[in-house]
Protein backbone atom coordinates (compact mmCIF):
# COMPACT_ATOMS: atom_id res chain seq x y z
CA UNK A 1 0.00 0.00 0.00
CA UNK A 2 0.96 3.28 -0.81
CA UNK A 3 -1.54 5.24 1.64
CA UNK A 4 -4.06 7.33 0.59
CA UNK A 5 -3.43 8.82 -2.58
CA UNK A 6 -5.36 11.99 -1.50
CA UNK A 7 -3.22 12.66 1.62
CA UNK A 8 -0.06 14.72 1.44
CA UNK A 9 2.04 16.74 3.80
CA UNK A 10 4.13 19.30 2.84
CA UNK A 11 6.64 20.35 5.24
CA UNK A 12 8.40 24.00 5.35
CA UNK A 13 5.28 26.69 5.15
CA UNK A 14 7.09 29.48 3.94
CA UNK A 15 5.86 31.53 1.00
CA UNK A 16 6.78 28.74 -1.04
CA UNK A 17 5.55 25.53 0.83
CA UNK A 18 2.28 27.89 2.34
CA UNK A 19 1.43 28.89 -1.43
CA UNK A 20 1.79 24.88 -2.70
CA UNK A 21 -0.13 24.03 0.23
CA UNK A 22 -3.08 26.41 -0.88
CA UNK A 23 -2.75 24.65 -4.44
CA UNK A 24 -2.99 21.06 -3.31
CA UNK A 25 -5.30 22.10 -1.24
CA UNK A 26 -7.60 23.49 -3.91
CA UNK A 27 -6.75 20.99 -5.94
CA UNK A 28 -8.59 18.41 -3.12
CA UNK A 29 -5.98 17.33 -1.51
CA UNK A 30 -6.21 16.58 2.32
CA UNK A 31 -2.72 18.58 3.56
CA UNK A 32 -0.94 18.58 6.51
CA UNK A 33 2.14 20.68 7.32
CA UNK A 34 4.55 21.37 9.49
CA UNK A 35 6.34 24.56 10.49
CA UNK A 36 8.72 26.28 13.32
CA UNK A 37 6.49 29.10 12.87
CA UNK A 38 3.65 28.79 14.61
CA UNK A 39 2.05 31.86 12.61
CA UNK A 40 2.99 29.60 9.57
CA UNK A 41 0.85 26.74 10.85
CA UNK A 42 -2.20 29.01 11.89
CA UNK A 43 -1.95 30.10 8.41
CA UNK A 44 -2.38 26.22 7.30
CA UNK A 45 -5.02 25.88 9.02
CA UNK A 46 -7.15 28.78 8.02
CA UNK A 47 -6.51 27.69 4.07
CA UNK A 48 -7.99 24.52 5.51
CA UNK A 49 -4.90 22.21 6.02
CA UNK A 50 -4.29 20.66 9.00
CA UNK A 51 -1.42 21.91 11.14
CA UNK A 52 1.35 19.05 12.43
CA UNK A 53 3.86 19.22 15.59
CA UNK A 54 6.08 17.09 14.11
CA UNK A 55 7.33 16.13 10.12
CA UNK A 56 6.09 13.01 11.35
CA UNK A 57 2.91 13.63 12.53
CA UNK A 58 2.34 15.58 9.06
CA UNK A 59 3.56 12.73 7.38
CA UNK A 60 2.01 10.10 8.69
CA UNK A 61 -0.12 7.70 6.59
CA UNK A 62 0.80 9.83 3.34
CA UNK A 63 1.02 9.57 0.01
CA UNK A 64 3.58 11.49 -0.70
CA UNK A 65 5.57 14.80 1.15
CA UNK A 66 6.73 17.86 -0.33
CA UNK A 67 9.71 19.31 1.30
CA UNK A 68 9.93 22.98 0.94
CA UNK A 69 12.93 24.03 3.37
CA UNK A 70 15.83 26.12 3.14
CA UNK A 71 18.49 23.46 2.41
CA UNK A 72 20.18 20.37 2.26
CA UNK A 73 20.95 20.77 6.00
CA UNK A 74 17.17 21.34 7.15
CA UNK A 75 15.92 18.75 4.10
CA UNK A 76 17.84 15.82 6.20
CA UNK A 77 16.98 16.79 9.25
CA UNK A 78 13.30 16.57 8.81
CA UNK A 79 12.86 13.48 6.59
CA UNK A 80 15.67 11.66 8.41
CA UNK A 81 15.61 13.12 11.49
CA UNK A 82 13.75 12.74 15.05
CA UNK A 83 10.25 12.85 14.23
CA UNK A 84 11.24 12.64 10.33
CA UNK A 85 9.28 12.51 7.59
CA UNK A 86 10.53 8.94 6.20
CA UNK A 87 9.79 6.78 9.20
CA UNK A 88 6.19 8.29 8.82
CA UNK A 89 5.14 8.38 5.52
CA UNK A 90 3.17 4.94 3.80
CA UNK A 91 5.26 2.52 2.11
CA UNK A 92 6.12 3.28 -1.34
CA UNK A 93 5.22 7.12 -1.06
CA UNK A 94 6.95 9.58 -2.86
CA UNK A 95 9.20 12.69 -1.47
CA UNK A 96 9.03 15.69 -3.55
CA UNK A 97 12.46 17.69 -2.47
CA UNK A 98 12.17 20.87 -3.33
CA UNK A 99 15.34 23.03 -1.39
CA UNK A 100 17.68 24.42 -3.14
CA UNK A 101 21.34 22.10 -2.90
CA UNK A 102 24.16 20.59 -4.20
CA UNK A 103 23.24 17.13 -6.59
CA UNK A 104 25.35 15.53 -4.17
CA UNK A 105 23.55 16.06 -1.60
CA UNK A 106 19.94 14.90 -3.74
CA UNK A 107 21.86 11.56 -4.28
CA UNK A 108 22.33 10.64 -0.87
CA UNK A 109 18.91 11.60 0.31
CA UNK A 110 17.64 9.50 -3.00
CA UNK A 111 19.84 6.50 -1.65
CA UNK A 112 18.41 6.94 2.13
CA UNK A 113 14.92 6.84 0.82
CA UNK A 114 14.78 4.10 -1.24
CA UNK A 115 16.78 1.81 1.62
CA UNK A 116 13.53 3.27 3.71
CA UNK A 117 11.42 1.76 0.91
CA UNK A 118 10.53 4.98 -0.29
CA UNK A 119 10.69 7.24 -4.18
CA UNK A 120 12.26 10.29 -4.27
CA UNK A 121 11.73 12.83 -6.78
CA UNK A 122 14.50 15.85 -6.83
CA UNK A 123 12.18 18.86 -7.25
CA UNK A 124 13.63 21.94 -6.85
CA UNK A 125 11.17 25.18 -7.87
CA UNK A 126 11.10 28.54 -9.72
CA UNK A 127 8.41 30.90 -10.00
CA UNK A 128 8.22 32.91 -6.64
CA UNK A 129 5.81 33.24 -4.06
CA UNK A 130 2.66 34.37 -5.89
CA UNK A 131 2.81 31.41 -8.69
CA UNK A 132 3.45 29.06 -5.53
CA UNK A 133 0.04 30.00 -4.56
CA UNK A 134 -1.67 30.03 -8.20
CA UNK A 135 0.09 26.47 -8.54
CA UNK A 136 2.32 27.37 -11.70
CA UNK A 137 5.47 27.01 -10.72
CA UNK A 138 7.82 25.59 -12.70
CA UNK A 139 9.56 22.34 -11.40
CA UNK A 140 13.05 21.42 -12.58
CA UNK A 141 12.41 17.43 -11.76
CA UNK A 142 14.73 14.69 -11.96
CA UNK A 143 13.97 10.91 -10.86
CA UNK A 144 13.37 7.35 -11.89
CA UNK A 145 10.08 6.83 -13.41
CA UNK A 146 8.09 5.73 -11.07
CA UNK A 147 8.89 8.65 -8.90
CA UNK A 148 7.67 10.79 -11.65
CA UNK A 149 4.73 8.66 -11.35
CA UNK A 150 4.00 8.57 -7.90
CA UNK A 151 4.49 12.35 -7.60
CA UNK A 152 2.45 13.23 -10.94
CA UNK A 153 -0.59 14.13 -8.91
CA UNK A 154 1.00 16.98 -6.78
CA UNK A 155 3.19 18.03 -9.23
CA UNK A 156 0.15 19.04 -11.50
CA UNK A 157 -1.58 20.72 -8.28
CA UNK A 158 1.67 22.91 -8.17
CA UNK A 159 3.20 23.44 -11.30
CA UNK A 160 2.55 25.21 -14.99
CA UNK A 161 5.21 23.20 -15.85
CA UNK A 162 7.51 20.46 -15.18
CA UNK A 163 11.27 19.82 -16.79
CA UNK A 164 11.74 16.18 -16.75
CA UNK A 165 14.94 16.10 -17.04
CA UNK A 166 15.61 12.87 -16.65
CA UNK A 167 16.10 9.37 -14.50
CA UNK A 168 19.03 10.52 -12.09
CA UNK A 169 18.18 12.10 -8.77
CA UNK A 170 21.01 15.16 -9.13
CA UNK A 171 20.23 16.65 -12.36
CA UNK A 172 17.35 18.64 -11.09
CA UNK A 173 19.11 19.94 -8.63
CA UNK A 174 21.97 20.78 -10.85
CA UNK A 175 19.65 22.86 -13.51
CA UNK A 176 18.34 24.91 -10.31
CA UNK A 177 22.15 25.40 -9.21
CA UNK A 178 22.84 26.84 -13.10
CA UNK A 179 19.71 29.51 -12.37
CA UNK A 180 20.79 30.64 -9.72
CA UNK A 181 24.09 30.93 -10.27
CA UNK A 182 22.90 33.37 -13.66
CA UNK A 183 19.75 34.81 -11.51
CA UNK A 184 22.16 36.02 -8.72
CA UNK A 185 24.81 37.79 -10.93
CA UNK A 186 21.82 39.05 -12.88
CA UNK A 187 20.77 40.41 -9.97
CA UNK A 188 24.02 41.70 -8.28
CA UNK A 189 25.00 43.06 -12.15
CA UNK A 190 21.76 45.14 -12.18
CA UNK A 191 21.93 46.66 -8.92
CA UNK A 192 25.54 47.51 -9.97
CA UNK A 193 24.68 48.92 -13.31
CA UNK A 194 21.90 51.06 -11.51
CA UNK A 195 23.57 53.18 -8.89
CA UNK A 196 26.66 53.41 -11.80
CA UNK A 197 23.73 54.83 -13.98
CA UNK A 198 22.83 57.01 -11.04
CA UNK A 199 26.66 58.25 -10.65
CA UNK A 200 26.49 59.11 -14.11
CA UNK A 201 23.22 61.54 -13.37
CA UNK A 202 21.03 59.24 -15.96
CA UNK A 203 16.93 59.37 -15.27
CA UNK A 204 16.43 55.82 -13.49
CA UNK A 205 13.27 55.37 -14.31
CA UNK A 206 14.31 56.23 -18.00
CA UNK A 207 17.31 53.47 -17.96
CA UNK A 208 14.90 50.77 -16.77
CA UNK A 209 12.81 51.80 -20.17
CA UNK A 210 15.85 52.04 -22.53
CA UNK A 211 17.92 49.18 -21.15
CA UNK A 212 14.36 46.57 -20.86
CA UNK A 213 14.13 46.81 -24.46
CA UNK A 214 18.05 46.79 -25.40
CA UNK A 215 20.63 43.61 -25.86
CA UNK A 216 21.08 44.67 -21.83
CA UNK A 217 18.81 43.23 -20.45
CA UNK A 218 17.58 40.22 -18.35
CA UNK A 219 14.49 38.65 -16.57
CA UNK A 220 16.16 39.75 -13.60
CA UNK A 221 17.07 43.20 -14.01
CA UNK A 222 13.24 43.51 -15.56
CA UNK A 223 11.91 42.50 -12.33
CA UNK A 224 13.85 43.39 -9.53
CA UNK A 225 15.22 47.53 -10.92
CA UNK A 226 10.99 48.45 -10.60
CA UNK A 227 12.08 47.71 -6.42
CA UNK A 228 14.89 50.05 -6.80
CA UNK A 229 12.79 52.87 -8.42
CA UNK A 230 10.22 52.11 -5.82
CA UNK A 231 12.26 51.92 -3.23
CA UNK A 232 10.85 48.94 -1.85
CA UNK A 233 12.96 46.45 -0.26
CA UNK A 234 10.40 44.46 1.77
CA UNK A 235 11.68 41.02 0.89
CA UNK A 236 9.73 39.53 -2.09
CA UNK A 237 12.91 37.22 -2.30
CA UNK A 238 15.56 37.96 0.48
CA UNK A 239 19.49 38.34 0.42
CA UNK A 240 19.92 35.58 2.26
CA UNK A 241 18.75 33.07 -0.57
CA UNK A 242 21.35 34.06 -2.44
CA UNK A 243 24.00 34.01 0.09
CA UNK A 244 22.90 30.47 0.52
CA UNK A 245 22.29 29.82 -3.41
CA UNK A 246 25.45 31.16 -4.57
CA UNK A 247 27.38 29.81 -1.65
CA UNK A 248 26.26 26.30 -3.00
CA UNK A 249 27.87 27.61 -6.37
CA UNK A 250 30.91 28.18 -4.63
CA UNK A 251 31.28 24.88 -2.68
CA UNK A 252 30.73 22.60 -5.88
CA UNK A 253 33.18 25.02 -7.95
CA UNK A 254 35.87 24.52 -5.33
CA UNK A 255 34.90 20.65 -4.86
CA UNK A 256 35.59 20.10 -9.01
CA UNK A 257 38.34 23.12 -9.27
CA UNK A 258 35.90 24.66 -11.33
CA UNK A 259 36.72 29.04 -11.22
CA UNK A 260 33.80 30.75 -11.03
CA UNK A 261 34.92 34.67 -11.02
CA UNK A 262 31.77 36.16 -12.36
CA UNK A 263 29.61 34.42 -9.98
CA UNK A 264 32.01 34.85 -6.68
CA UNK A 265 31.93 38.53 -7.27
CA UNK A 266 27.80 38.52 -7.47
CA UNK A 267 28.22 35.65 -3.69
CA UNK A 268 30.81 38.63 -2.10
CA UNK A 269 28.15 41.61 -3.38
CA UNK A 270 25.32 39.24 -1.36
CA UNK A 271 27.82 38.87 1.69
CA UNK A 272 28.61 42.86 1.80
CA UNK A 273 24.76 43.52 1.37
CA UNK A 274 24.12 40.85 4.45
CA UNK A 275 26.75 42.16 6.78
CA UNK A 276 25.69 45.85 5.91
CA UNK A 277 22.59 44.42 8.06
CA UNK A 278 20.40 44.03 4.94
CA UNK A 279 20.50 40.19 4.80
CA UNK A 280 16.62 39.64 5.79
CA UNK A 281 15.96 42.77 3.01
CA UNK A 282 14.79 42.07 -0.52
CA UNK A 283 17.62 40.56 -2.88
CA UNK A 284 17.80 44.46 -4.62
CA UNK A 285 19.32 46.00 -1.58
CA UNK A 286 22.56 44.92 -3.31
CA UNK A 287 21.75 48.39 -4.73
CA UNK A 288 21.25 49.82 -1.11
CA UNK A 289 24.79 48.73 -0.59
CA UNK A 290 26.43 50.68 -3.89
CA UNK A 291 24.79 53.70 -2.75
CA UNK A 292 26.18 53.56 0.76
CA UNK A 293 29.31 53.21 -0.24
CA UNK A 294 29.50 55.87 -2.85
CA UNK A 295 27.05 58.35 -1.18
CA UNK A 296 24.39 58.29 -3.79
CA UNK A 297 20.88 58.69 -3.59
CA UNK A 298 18.38 55.94 -4.72
CA UNK A 299 14.86 56.37 -4.92
CA UNK A 300 13.26 56.89 -1.50
CA UNK A 301 10.28 54.75 -0.67
CA UNK A 302 6.87 55.95 -1.94
CA UNK A 303 3.63 56.45 0.26
CA UNK A 304 2.38 53.47 -0.97
CA UNK A 305 5.47 51.29 -0.41
CA UNK A 306 7.01 52.88 2.97
CA UNK B 1 23.47 76.98 -45.98
CA UNK B 2 23.75 73.93 -44.84
CA UNK B 3 24.75 71.50 -48.10
CA UNK B 4 22.57 68.95 -50.18
CA UNK B 5 20.20 67.36 -47.45
CA UNK B 6 20.89 64.33 -49.71
CA UNK B 7 24.70 64.09 -49.21
CA UNK B 8 25.78 61.74 -45.49
CA UNK B 9 28.78 60.85 -45.63
CA UNK B 10 29.26 57.46 -43.47
CA UNK B 11 32.81 57.54 -41.97
CA UNK B 12 34.43 53.50 -40.79
CA UNK B 13 32.81 50.96 -42.64
CA UNK B 14 32.63 47.91 -40.85
CA UNK B 15 29.51 45.87 -40.26
CA UNK B 16 27.87 48.25 -38.73
CA UNK B 17 28.98 51.33 -40.64
CA UNK B 18 28.25 49.30 -44.11
CA UNK B 19 25.12 48.20 -43.07
CA UNK B 20 23.90 51.51 -42.21
CA UNK B 21 25.32 53.09 -45.68
CA UNK B 22 22.89 50.77 -47.30
CA UNK B 23 19.69 51.57 -45.22
CA UNK B 24 20.59 55.34 -45.97
CA UNK B 25 21.30 54.54 -49.68
CA UNK B 26 18.20 52.59 -49.88
CA UNK B 27 16.57 55.65 -48.22
CA UNK B 28 17.42 57.80 -51.55
CA UNK B 29 20.40 59.34 -49.85
CA UNK B 30 23.58 60.17 -52.14
CA UNK B 31 26.29 58.07 -49.52
CA UNK B 32 29.93 58.57 -49.69
CA UNK B 33 32.03 56.55 -47.15
CA UNK B 34 35.56 56.24 -46.33
CA UNK B 35 37.54 53.25 -44.33
CA UNK B 36 40.78 52.63 -44.11
CA UNK B 37 39.98 49.02 -45.72
CA UNK B 38 40.08 48.86 -48.91
CA UNK B 39 37.69 45.72 -49.17
CA UNK B 40 35.01 47.66 -47.56
CA UNK B 41 35.39 50.92 -49.55
CA UNK B 42 34.40 48.19 -52.64
CA UNK B 43 31.42 47.25 -51.04
CA UNK B 44 29.99 50.65 -50.46
CA UNK B 45 30.56 51.32 -54.08
CA UNK B 46 29.06 47.89 -54.94
CA UNK B 47 26.03 49.09 -52.84
CA UNK B 48 25.69 52.67 -55.00
CA UNK B 49 27.88 54.39 -52.72
CA UNK B 50 30.61 56.55 -53.18
CA UNK B 51 34.09 55.48 -51.77
CA UNK B 52 36.43 58.60 -50.89
CA UNK B 53 39.72 58.03 -49.71
CA UNK B 54 39.77 60.42 -46.76
CA UNK B 55 37.30 61.37 -44.27
CA UNK B 56 37.53 65.12 -45.35
CA UNK B 57 36.57 64.18 -48.88
CA UNK B 58 33.93 61.89 -48.31
CA UNK B 59 32.18 64.79 -45.85
CA UNK B 60 32.72 67.09 -48.57
CA UNK B 61 29.55 69.36 -48.93
CA UNK B 62 28.11 66.74 -46.91
CA UNK B 63 24.54 68.12 -44.62
CA UNK B 64 25.03 65.43 -42.24
CA UNK B 65 27.99 62.70 -41.56
CA UNK B 66 27.69 59.49 -39.63
CA UNK B 67 30.86 58.35 -37.26
CA UNK B 68 30.93 54.92 -36.75
CA UNK B 69 34.84 53.91 -36.33
CA UNK B 70 35.26 51.53 -32.96
CA UNK B 71 36.20 54.36 -30.08
CA UNK B 72 36.67 58.15 -29.12
CA UNK B 73 40.20 58.15 -30.45
CA UNK B 74 39.53 56.99 -33.91
CA UNK B 75 36.42 59.50 -33.72
CA UNK B 76 38.78 62.39 -32.90
CA UNK B 77 40.86 61.79 -35.72
CA UNK B 78 38.86 61.42 -38.41
CA UNK B 79 36.43 64.54 -37.23
CA UNK B 80 39.65 67.03 -36.38
CA UNK B 81 42.43 65.44 -37.74
CA UNK B 82 44.23 65.92 -41.49
CA UNK B 83 41.66 65.63 -43.72
CA UNK B 84 39.21 65.21 -40.95
CA UNK B 85 35.20 65.60 -41.49
CA UNK B 86 34.65 68.63 -39.43
CA UNK B 87 36.44 70.87 -41.90
CA UNK B 88 34.49 69.63 -44.89
CA UNK B 89 31.58 69.80 -43.90
CA UNK B 90 28.76 71.92 -45.03
CA UNK B 91 28.14 74.85 -42.70
CA UNK B 92 25.74 74.04 -40.02
CA UNK B 93 25.61 70.05 -40.60
CA UNK B 94 25.43 67.79 -38.04
CA UNK B 95 27.64 65.06 -36.61
CA UNK B 96 25.89 61.62 -35.90
CA UNK B 97 28.81 60.50 -33.65
CA UNK B 98 27.92 56.66 -32.96
CA UNK B 99 30.52 55.18 -32.04
CA UNK B 100 30.92 53.96 -27.86
CA UNK B 101 32.97 55.92 -25.79
CA UNK B 102 32.68 57.81 -22.43
CA UNK B 103 30.57 60.91 -22.04
CA UNK B 104 33.36 63.32 -20.85
CA UNK B 105 34.86 62.25 -24.81
CA UNK B 106 31.50 62.98 -26.28
CA UNK B 107 30.81 66.34 -24.35
CA UNK B 108 34.68 67.32 -25.76
CA UNK B 109 33.84 66.42 -30.12
CA UNK B 110 30.66 68.54 -29.58
CA UNK B 111 31.91 71.50 -28.22
CA UNK B 112 34.87 71.49 -30.28
CA UNK B 113 32.10 71.05 -33.73
CA UNK B 114 30.22 73.67 -31.57
CA UNK B 115 33.56 75.65 -32.21
CA UNK B 116 33.18 74.67 -35.77
CA UNK B 117 30.18 76.07 -36.89
CA UNK B 118 28.68 72.32 -36.41
CA UNK B 119 25.80 70.21 -34.67
CA UNK B 120 26.19 67.28 -32.77
CA UNK B 121 24.19 64.61 -31.80
CA UNK B 122 25.44 61.76 -29.36
CA UNK B 123 23.98 58.96 -31.02
CA UNK B 124 25.32 55.24 -30.02
CA UNK B 125 23.69 52.37 -31.72
CA UNK B 126 23.02 49.24 -30.61
CA UNK B 127 21.56 46.17 -32.54
CA UNK B 128 24.02 44.38 -34.33
CA UNK B 129 25.17 43.84 -38.11
CA UNK B 130 22.41 42.71 -39.07
CA UNK B 131 19.84 45.41 -38.17
CA UNK B 132 22.40 47.81 -38.95
CA UNK B 133 21.39 46.58 -42.34
CA UNK B 134 17.93 46.68 -42.48
CA UNK B 135 17.57 50.25 -41.25
CA UNK B 136 16.20 49.18 -37.88
CA UNK B 137 18.87 50.03 -35.06
CA UNK B 138 17.92 51.42 -31.69
CA UNK B 139 20.13 54.89 -31.39
CA UNK B 140 20.54 56.13 -27.72
CA UNK B 141 20.82 59.98 -28.48
CA UNK B 142 21.13 62.67 -26.85
CA UNK B 143 21.93 66.83 -28.12
CA UNK B 144 20.20 69.73 -29.07
CA UNK B 145 17.13 70.09 -30.53
CA UNK B 146 18.39 71.31 -33.97
CA UNK B 147 20.74 68.37 -33.83
CA UNK B 148 17.88 66.06 -33.42
CA UNK B 149 16.43 68.12 -36.04
CA UNK B 150 19.34 68.15 -38.92
CA UNK B 151 19.97 64.40 -37.69
CA UNK B 152 16.27 62.75 -37.92
CA UNK B 153 16.44 61.82 -41.39
CA UNK B 154 19.33 59.72 -41.25
CA UNK B 155 17.91 58.51 -38.02
CA UNK B 156 14.52 57.65 -39.50
CA UNK B 157 16.92 55.61 -42.58
CA UNK B 158 18.66 53.84 -40.13
CA UNK B 159 16.77 52.93 -36.62
CA UNK B 160 13.36 51.12 -35.73
CA UNK B 161 13.41 53.22 -32.44
CA UNK B 162 15.25 56.36 -31.55
CA UNK B 163 15.55 56.60 -27.70
CA UNK B 164 15.99 60.84 -27.39
CA UNK B 165 17.13 61.37 -23.72
CA UNK B 166 17.92 64.85 -23.55
CA UNK B 167 19.54 68.17 -24.95
CA UNK B 168 22.95 67.23 -23.38
CA UNK B 169 25.29 65.50 -25.68
CA UNK B 170 27.39 62.77 -22.77
CA UNK B 171 23.56 61.17 -21.98
CA UNK B 172 23.61 58.91 -25.06
CA UNK B 173 26.71 57.28 -24.37
CA UNK B 174 26.13 57.63 -20.78
CA UNK B 175 23.09 54.96 -21.53
CA UNK B 176 25.25 53.04 -23.71
CA UNK B 177 27.74 52.87 -21.50
CA UNK B 178 25.37 51.23 -18.81
CA UNK B 179 23.80 48.75 -21.33
CA UNK B 180 27.20 47.44 -22.28
CA UNK B 181 28.38 46.72 -18.89
CA UNK B 182 25.61 44.65 -18.62
CA UNK B 183 25.36 43.01 -21.76
CA UNK B 184 29.15 42.48 -21.14
CA UNK B 185 28.90 40.90 -17.43
CA UNK B 186 25.64 38.48 -18.98
CA UNK B 187 27.52 37.32 -21.93
CA UNK B 188 30.27 36.26 -19.70
CA UNK B 189 28.12 34.88 -17.17
CA UNK B 190 26.40 32.89 -19.95
CA UNK B 191 29.85 31.60 -20.54
CA UNK B 192 30.59 30.74 -17.07
CA UNK B 193 27.19 28.86 -16.36
CA UNK B 194 27.73 26.75 -19.41
CA UNK B 195 30.48 24.88 -19.08
CA UNK B 196 29.61 24.88 -15.57
CA UNK B 197 26.47 22.91 -16.00
CA UNK B 198 29.04 20.91 -18.72
CA UNK B 199 31.21 20.06 -15.72
CA UNK B 200 28.03 19.02 -14.15
CA UNK B 201 27.32 16.88 -16.96
CA UNK B 202 23.90 18.52 -18.37
CA UNK B 203 22.49 18.22 -21.51
CA UNK B 204 23.73 21.83 -22.57
CA UNK B 205 20.46 21.71 -25.46
CA UNK B 206 18.20 21.36 -22.54
CA UNK B 207 20.17 23.70 -20.00
CA UNK B 208 19.80 26.37 -22.93
CA UNK B 209 15.49 25.09 -23.22
CA UNK B 210 15.01 25.55 -19.59
CA UNK B 211 17.10 28.38 -18.64
CA UNK B 212 15.63 30.67 -21.05
CA UNK B 213 11.68 30.09 -20.12
CA UNK B 214 13.17 30.24 -16.93
CA UNK B 215 14.46 33.24 -14.14
CA UNK B 216 17.94 32.82 -14.72
CA UNK B 217 17.55 34.32 -18.26
CA UNK B 218 19.06 37.05 -20.20
CA UNK B 219 18.91 38.85 -23.52
CA UNK B 220 22.37 37.77 -24.14
CA UNK B 221 22.35 34.42 -22.68
CA UNK B 222 18.88 33.54 -25.63
CA UNK B 223 21.28 35.34 -28.03
CA UNK B 224 25.09 33.99 -27.39
CA UNK B 225 24.13 30.31 -25.72
CA UNK B 226 23.28 29.14 -29.59
CA UNK B 227 27.13 29.80 -30.62
CA UNK B 228 28.10 27.82 -27.80
CA UNK B 229 25.91 25.07 -28.73
CA UNK B 230 26.79 24.99 -32.40
CA UNK B 231 30.66 25.55 -31.21
CA UNK B 232 30.45 27.90 -34.21
CA UNK B 233 32.97 31.08 -32.75
CA UNK B 234 32.87 33.09 -35.77
CA UNK B 235 32.34 36.96 -34.66
CA UNK B 236 29.31 38.22 -34.99
CA UNK B 237 29.98 40.68 -31.99
CA UNK B 238 34.27 40.26 -31.37
CA UNK B 239 35.54 39.36 -27.73
CA UNK B 240 37.78 42.75 -28.38
CA UNK B 241 34.50 44.77 -28.45
CA UNK B 242 34.13 44.00 -24.89
CA UNK B 243 37.43 44.42 -23.73
CA UNK B 244 36.84 48.24 -24.98
CA UNK B 245 33.49 48.75 -23.92
CA UNK B 246 34.27 47.14 -20.57
CA UNK B 247 37.28 49.20 -20.74
CA UNK B 248 35.63 52.10 -20.92
CA UNK B 249 33.57 51.23 -17.81
CA UNK B 250 36.25 50.31 -15.67
CA UNK B 251 38.22 53.49 -16.75
CA UNK B 252 35.21 56.16 -15.64
CA UNK B 253 34.58 54.09 -12.47
CA UNK B 254 38.10 54.46 -11.55
CA UNK B 255 37.81 58.01 -12.27
CA UNK B 256 34.75 58.89 -9.84
CA UNK B 257 36.00 56.09 -7.42
CA UNK B 258 33.29 53.69 -8.21
CA UNK B 259 33.38 50.11 -7.63
CA UNK B 260 32.96 47.95 -9.86
CA UNK B 261 33.43 44.26 -9.16
CA UNK B 262 31.35 42.47 -11.05
CA UNK B 263 31.79 44.71 -14.47
CA UNK B 264 35.32 44.20 -13.63
CA UNK B 265 35.55 40.36 -13.03
CA UNK B 266 34.05 40.51 -16.77
CA UNK B 267 36.11 42.77 -18.19
CA UNK B 268 39.22 40.52 -16.30
CA UNK B 269 37.31 37.17 -18.46
CA UNK B 270 37.41 39.26 -21.93
CA UNK B 271 40.85 39.97 -21.51
CA UNK B 272 42.14 36.76 -20.78
CA UNK B 273 39.87 35.52 -23.83
CA UNK B 274 41.92 37.66 -25.67
CA UNK B 275 45.16 36.83 -24.23
CA UNK B 276 44.60 33.22 -25.26
CA UNK B 277 44.39 34.28 -28.84
CA UNK B 278 40.38 34.51 -29.74
CA UNK B 279 40.66 39.23 -29.40
CA UNK B 280 38.87 39.09 -32.84
CA UNK B 281 36.34 35.37 -32.22
CA UNK B 282 32.72 35.85 -31.26
CA UNK B 283 32.72 36.95 -27.75
CA UNK B 284 31.17 33.28 -26.75
CA UNK B 285 34.08 32.40 -27.19
CA UNK B 286 34.78 33.17 -22.90
CA UNK B 287 33.11 29.47 -22.81
CA UNK B 288 35.97 28.18 -25.03
CA UNK B 289 38.26 30.17 -22.43
CA UNK B 290 36.49 28.17 -19.58
CA UNK B 291 36.88 24.91 -21.60
CA UNK B 292 40.37 25.17 -21.98
CA UNK B 293 41.19 25.76 -18.50
CA UNK B 294 39.25 23.13 -16.96
CA UNK B 295 39.69 20.17 -19.75
CA UNK B 296 36.13 20.02 -20.74
CA UNK B 297 34.49 19.67 -24.14
CA UNK B 298 32.33 22.16 -25.71
CA UNK B 299 30.32 21.04 -28.75
CA UNK B 300 32.32 20.90 -32.25
CA UNK B 301 31.14 23.04 -35.00
CA UNK B 302 28.38 21.77 -37.40
CA UNK B 303 29.66 20.70 -40.82
CA UNK B 304 27.21 23.67 -41.79
CA UNK B 305 29.30 26.37 -39.36
CA UNK B 306 32.93 24.54 -39.77
Redesign the interface.
Known sequence: MTGNPRNVAVVGLGSMGLGMARSLIRAGFDVSGCDLSETARSALAGAGGRAAATPGLAAKGAAAAVIVVVNAAQTEAVLFGEDGVAAALAPGAVIVSSATMA?GEAKRFAALAEAAGLLYLDAPI??GATKAGSGEL?V?ASGAPDAFRAARPVLDAIAA?V?E??PDVG?GS??K???????G??I???C??M???K?????LA??FE??T?????????E?RVPHILEGDYSPRSAVSIFTKDLGI?SD??RG???????????L??FLATAAAGMARDDDASVARL?AQ??GLELPAPTEETA
Open positions: PSGTMRHLGISFIVNQLLAVHAAAEAVFASLDLDRVVIQSAGTSWMFNVIGQNFPLPIASAAQLYIT
